[in-house]
């Protein structure tokens, strides 16, 4: 099946730094990427849609000063955390869509990010 | 509110036993999909439905979605100790258009039981 990445698996930062985490598919392209957000025991909670070669669209409520996304070829996009403070501590999930297979979205393995 | 409705929110179950899940909306759902996740981990994809009435199997896990496409239903034959994890149902809402983006029901959390 296939297959997308992300990196890093898990970062610890200081508040106020930002922090960037890649989502890359691996072995097909993605005109689009989903950008998602999980609390502990909760579910998935999508942030953006990434459009390669556009801007993204954030849903209501997600600051797009804080979370910029770039999606900058057809393999890859970018969430960073823009001055990262303790409430962004979560676990960011991305996936990305497949056209060659239908409609079906492929989820990386995320990101647990973890501010001090 | 939720607009996807899981039940039960968590399982145990003995090893070799039989489990459904079950995943439900108000609305018409244009694309369901079945993802596993372990914690701390992404979601693994497993099936996805489209028409009413659609049934796929994989292993020991077969997924159903209704004729109205408003309910489908995860069954686990002879559990494992490895299909343990929280399984995840998606869809696709009407007016989402073609943007693929997905809501989730809450999760359902699965114990097997050697």
């Known amino acids: 099946g296939a297959v997308v990445s992300q990196h890093p698996s898990r970062v610890i930062c200081k508040s106020g730094t930002s922090v960037k985490i890649e989502c890359r598919s691996l072995?097909?392209?993605?005109?689009?990427m989903f950008w998602y957000r999980q609390f502990p025991k909760q579910s998935l909670m999508l942030m953006a849609t990434?459009?390669?070669?556009?801007?993204?669209?954030?849903e209501q409520g997600v600051e797009k000063d804080k979370f910029l996304i770039n999606h900058a070829s057809l393999t890859l996009s970018t969430l960073t955390v823009t001055s990262a403070h303790p409430e962004d501590s979560s676990f960011y999930i991305c996936s990305a869509r497949d056209r060659r297979g239908g409609e079906t979205q492929y989820f990386g393995p995320g990101t647990r990010l973890l501010v001090l | 509110s939720q607009e996807l409705e899981q039940s039960p929110q968590s399982l145990i179950v003995q090893e070799g036993k039989n489990l459904t899940i079950n995943c439900t909306s108000s609305?018409?759902?244009?694309?369901l999909y079945w993802y596993k996740q372990k914690y701390g981990e992404g979601l693994i994809f497993l099936m996805m439905?489209?028409?009413?009435?659609e049934e796929k199997s994989h292993e020991k896990i077969t997924a159903k979605l209704d004729e109205k496409k408003q309910q489908s239903s995860l069954h686990i034959t002879a559990s494992q100790p490895s299909h343990a994890g929280i399984y995840l149902c998606g869809a696709v809402l009407p007016g989402s258009g073609n943007t693929g983006k997905l809501i989730f029901g809450q999760g359902t959390t699965l114990q097997v039981k050697p």
């Open positions: 072995d097909f392209q993605a005109t689009t």
């Open positions: 439905l489209q028409k009413g009435g």
């Open positions: 609305k018409t759902l244009y694309g």
């Open positions: 990434s459009n390669e070669g556009s801007k993204a669209t954030y």
